[in-house]
């Protein structure tokens, strides 16, 4: 009856570099000596890891980073934590901060 029926898109751009790094460590391990092998093939593990997470669990991350940086405990969802995204990102909107904080409770529901 008000307001929207659908959810508002939520225009985040999520950066990654994760493939850059893992050509990195993979070049670094087709030169390393083999005292370095054990710990390059672990970094390259750790690599591939990171890389394999979603859009979703950065963005979730990145909320669980700034409420804890605003020494904010407690639901993802809270006031408080909007609050802190929107000063940490100034061109965040309200809904966009909403829409980040209720996916980071979510995420931390499910896990």
Same mark, same amino acid.
């Given at each position: 009856?008000?307001?929207h029926s659908k959810q508002p898109d939520l225009h985040v751009l999520v950066l990654r570099d994760a493939d850059v790094i893992a050509a990195q460590v993979r070049w670094a391990l087709e030169e390393a000596s083999p005292e370095e092998r054990p710990g390059l093939e672990r970094a390259a593990a750790?690599?591939? =890891? +990171?890389? !394999? %997470?979603?859009d979703a669990e950065l963005r979730s991350r990145w909320v669980r980073e700034r409420a804890a940086a605003a020494g904010i405990e407690g639901s993802y969802d809270s006031v408080?934590?909007?609050k802190a995204l929107r000063e940490a990102a100034p061109g965040l909107t309200l809904v966009q901060a909403v829409q980040l904080a209720k =996916? +980071?409770? !979510? %995420?931390?529901?499910?896990?």
């Open positions: 009856m008000f307001g750790i690599v591939e =890891e +990171a890389a !394999a %997470a979603s408080h934590v909007i =996916e +980071a409770e !979510a %995420a931390r529901s499910v896990s």
